[in-house]
């Protein structure tokens, strides 16, 4: 089951923040995120794995709760660059981190 | 970048007709998977891979097979087109390290009419 990513989609002025959340309905063992620009491939941004290791991003964080099977992806003082389909993707099968289910992305567009 | 294409880029094709597409990597990387990417639906998995001969179905599998023969191609065979299967495919790939992040593919926009 996919997880469910909100908001869908967000309009932002560069250098306000904004935030990304993603749900799953199954115990999460990691969270992968990606950046999609248009026309383009997804793009590896960040992993956190369980016991709160995170790997990636200089200047995008993301938090992990297990309890409450969430993540959630913080952009700070975006830039222009940060525009396109932010996706999350979560390893529910118990640890293996190499198969991922997807969710349906939030589009974030940030204005000069 | 991780060095992964796909072959064909663009193709379009006629309903019933069989259709192959390819993945190639030259990173050694032990998983490689199919997706497929249709609007509001964000990336969904078709089939993957975790070694030579070693394949595995995804969500959304139906109509669909793949093949690896060797470590480096996966790849990705509709028997007989329908117009659902219209849609942008990627391949990913992953496992160098420990946190698995996969790496996709500049990807394959199919149009079957």
């Known amino acids: 089951q996919q997880p469910v990513q909100s908001p869908q989609a967000v309009i932002l002025r560069e250098g306000e923040d904004a935030v990304i959340n993603c749900s799953s309905s199954?115990?999460?063992?990691?969270v992968h995120w990606y950046r999609q620009k248009h026309g383009e491939a997804p793009v590896f941004l960040m992993i956190?794995?369980?016991?709160?290791e995170q790997k990636g991003h200089e200047k995008i964080s993301a938090s992990f709760n297990e309890k409450k099977q969430q993540s959630s992806l913080y952009l700070t003082a975006s830039q222009l660059s940060y525009s396109g389909t932010y996706f999350c993707?979560?390893?529910?099968?118990?640890?293996?981190?190499?198969?991922?289910?997807f969710g349906k992305g939030t589009l974030l567009t940030v204005n000069p | 970048d991780a060095g992964i294409t796909q072959s064909p880029r663009h193709k379009v094709t006629e309903t019933g007709t069989p259709v192959t597409l390819r993945c190639h990597q030259t990173?050694?990387?032990?998983?490689m998977y199919w997706y497929r990417q249709d609007p509001g639906h964000g990336l969904r998995l078709i089939h993957y891979?975790?070694?030579?001969?070693?394949?595995d179905k995804g969500e959304v599998s139906d109509g669909y097979s793949v093949s690896r023969s060797k470590t480096e191609d996966f790849l990705l065979t509709l028997e007989s087109a329908t117009s659902s299967q219209t849609s942008v495919y990627f391949c990913?790939?992953?496992?160098?390290?420990?946190?698995?992040?996969?790496?996709f593919g500049p990807g394959t926009r199919l149009t079957v009419t």
């Open positions: 990913a790939i992953s496992g160098q390290g420990s946190s698995y992040e996969q790496y």
């Open positions: 199954k115990a999460l063992y990691s």
């Open positions: 956190l794995l369980k016991g709160g």
């Open positions: 993707g979560t390893d529910n099968s118990g640890g293996s981190n190499y198969k991922l289910t």
């Open positions: 990173e050694n990387h032990r998983y």
């Open positions: 891979s975790y070694g030579v001969k070693d394949t």
